[in-house]
């Protein structure tokens, strides 16, 4: 762990070094990894384009840094400690060697399946260790993965399918989540109607529901892996090859898939992973993301594995059987690092401290949080309840796109200050600019977070659409990367996130494009016209308001049709995606262009209409009043 960051004064004079020298310092950390091949150069880049390479033309497999490398010395090390949904039910523990060789056999299990190097994978599983061996085993083929969260429906998972054009899909016949057994597998049959690429899929065997297996394509896991060895020599990839896609949304149409590479990604989780949450080698890591989220693939599986961590994969929700659950798992896992979202936490302090007290919660040492600003009531109680006050909490500003966390104390290394997320990691260049572009120094400033030089783990580009990477993250400025987050650098210089300053709303941690939304609502022939926007929401951050325009029928009410705008969401996007509050409107304000104006809309859903600003120029004034009213107002 050469890497490790261990005092404030190295802190700085590392983050110094990346700059001055951004090659060497990162040439420094990739020389811990063993390469088939070394770089010719370590990077390259033009942000206009974009155009970005890491460790030019060399070799490598990110599967053999995690295993080859280290197995001499923690072959025995467990590796990942599996938590089911029901406590009632075995854990599992699986150590490097034996995850290694279920890797290698499922690696060979895909090859005899027809999948080879550059393929795409789609991944739509629960979290179960079954779903980081597919990962890996992609990885180790080179086989592009794409993991589509398993909350998602039939129709959003075929646009993620159709659009990597992918090979196989992997899946389950059902995932249990609390008291719910979900099926799976019968969404993956739905999507695949619609899906031509797909000839293979493999399904694990989870929840033992009776499910349809279709001859010729449908194969099981388990008997798939019978008869294949457990070696299988891991290719030799191109640094900048693809890793993965990973699909999120954006304030315009469709998700995009966020491409990331071999060996840029491979060092920065592995650099951030060990700094941030200053992991020791004997300590258990829990991050209770899931898998589908790039949380769940950088600091689940990839980071911690690279750094030969023990990982814990929970099944589960924090609320089943009761609310203590996390704090059980803790207790009973002996979890040092503990890493969470800000939702989570808000709903876990409504339930009330009766469910924290009878854990004694002595072995953390470090607590994270991730996802969405954590406001100061959470952060305190997070840091005095379950920190018990002694915990540094490490709030990790990051993004699907910057593939490791960006902005973010080191634990116990760099101050933590409430709700702020701090300091760059080394090799980070945040810049605040205005509206023009103009880069805001000093302290006590607020605007637009960019990122002015490249990290090893930037998005490379959005599959099979590079001009729209280059339009969202790297037109709005020149030469610089736009998160699309607001911030400010406080009095101390510490950074404090703000906020979505495009049409994202994130809700619980997850992103939804208003665009996004507002397309599926209109799927629902009664709907004319509809407008979305996300308001202030005491548990998950914000949530999603939406405005519609309707065709009612005779026996329609407005409640039938709220309820039904509703459903059609849940059923092309995802229960994720549900409104909290569908209004039925006449009209929605517009400027004479015919924008909709969304600022109006965003003062209603936040009940709060005591300055609406000047109004008079709108196309049509007079809706304001109406909605206000219908609003209830
Ligand atoms: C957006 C990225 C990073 C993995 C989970 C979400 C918001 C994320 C923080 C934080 C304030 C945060 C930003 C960002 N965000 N972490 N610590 N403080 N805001 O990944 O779906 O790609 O969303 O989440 O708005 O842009 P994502």
């Known amino acids: 762990m050469k890497s490790k960051i261990n005092s404030l004064a190295e802190y700085f004079k590392e983050y110094e070094k990346s700059i001055n020298d951004p090659e060497k310092f990162w040439e420094g950390i990739a020389n811990e990894f063993i390469w088939r091949k070394k770089w010719d150069k370590v990077l390259e880049y033009e942000f206009n384009t974009p155009k970005i390479s890491w460790f030019k033309n060399s070799k490598l497999n990110i599967t053999e840094n995690i ?65 980081a061996i597919a990962m890996l085993s992609c990885a180790r083929i080179g086989a592009i993965h794409s993991i589509v969260f398993a909350g998602f429906s039939s129709n959003a998972l075929a646009d993620r399918i159709n659009d990597c054009n992918a090979k196989m899909v992997l899946t389950s016949d059902g995932n249990f989540r609390g008291t719910k057994n979900i099926p799976v597998k019968s969404v993956v049959d739905d999507a695949l109607d619609n899906c031509k690429s797909v000839s293979k899929v493999i399904v694990l065997k989870r929840t033992g529901e009776k ?15 019978e008869n294949q060895s457990s070696e299988h020599e891991a290719a030799s990839l191109d640094s900048e090859d693809m890793l993965f896609i990973l699909y999120t949304s954006g304030s315009t149409g469709k998700p995009k898939g966020v491409v990331h590479t071999n060996a840029g990604y491979m060092v920065y989780t592995y650099y951030s992973f060990l700094n941030v949450f200053q992991y020791n080698k004997e300590d258990i890591y829990w991050c209770t993301a899931d898998i589908g989220w790039i949380t769940g693939h950088s600091y689940i ?19 089943f059987p009761d609310a203590g659950r996390f704090w059980e798992i803790v207790d009973k896992h002996k979890v040092n690092q503990f890493y969470t979202a800000p939702t989570a936490i808000r709903a876990l302090q409504a339930y009330g401290l009766e469910y924290v007290k009878p ?22 109680w997070y840091h005095d309840n379950i ?32 709700a702020h997320a701090s ?22 400033v607020e605007g637009n977070l960019c990122i002015k030089f490249p990290w090893p783990s930037i998005l490379r580009t959005t599959y099979g659409d590079h001009k729209r990477c280059k ?4 037109s709005t400025y020149s ?54 926007v996300g308001f202030p929401h005491e548990i998950k951050g914000q949530g999603i308001y939406a405005f519609a325009i309707c065709q009612k029928n005779d026996n329609d009410t407005v409640k039938t049709l709220e309820e039904e705008i509703k459903l059609t969401v849940r059923s092309i996007i995802g229960p994720i995606a549900t409104p909290e509050t569908v209004q039925i409107v006449s009209g929605l304000p517009k400027t004479r262009s015919g924008k909709i104006m969304r600022r109006i809309l965003r003062k209603v859903a936040s009940k709060d209409v005591s300055d609406l600003g000047d109004i008079s120029t709108l196309l049509n004034p007079k809706v304001v009043e109406d909605i206000i009213k219908g609003a209830g107002l």
């Open 423 to 444: 300091l760059p990691l080394p090799g980070i260049q945040p810049v605040l600019v205005d509206s023009e572009g103009k880069e805001l120094e000093g302290n006590n």
């Open 211 to 225: 499910i349809n297996m279709i001859n010729g394509r449908d194969l099981w896991w388990h008997e798939v892996i």
């Open 479 to 532: 030469n610089m990367y736009f998160t699309g987050d607001g911030a400010k650098r406080d009095h101390d210089g510490y950074i404090r996130i703000l906020g979505r300053v495009d049409d994202v709303i994130n809700v619980s941690g997850h992103r939804m494009g208003t665009a996004e939304v507002e397309n599926a609502i209109n799927e629902n022939s009664k709907v004319i016209e509809s407008a979305v």
């Open 359 to 380: 854990y004694s919660l002595d072995s953390l040492s470090v607590i994270g949080s991730v996802g969405e600003p954590i406001n100061e009531e959470a952060w305190h």
């Open 301 to 319: 599986v990839y980071g911690p594995l690279l750094a030969g961590a023990t990982t814990l994969m929970f099944e589960g929700v924090p609320t």
């Open 387 to 418: 920190g018990k006050g002694k915990c540094p909490l490490v709030d990790t500003w990051w993004q699907t796109e910057t593939g490791g966390i960006m902005i973010s104390p080191l634990a116990g290394i760099t101050p933590n200050k409430p």
């Open 67 to 131: 295993f080859e490398r280290q197995l001499d010395n923690i072959s025995n090390k467990t590796a990942i400690i599996w938590e089911p949904n029901n406590p009632e039910e075995d854990v599992i523990k699986i150590s490097y060697k034996e995850l290694y060789k279920k890797t290698c056999q499922f690696s060979n299990a895909m090859e005899s399946n027809g999948v080879k190097k550059g393929d795409r994978v789609v991944i739509y599983m629960p979290m179960v260790p079954e779903a």
């Open 471 to 474: 339009e969202t993250y790297f």
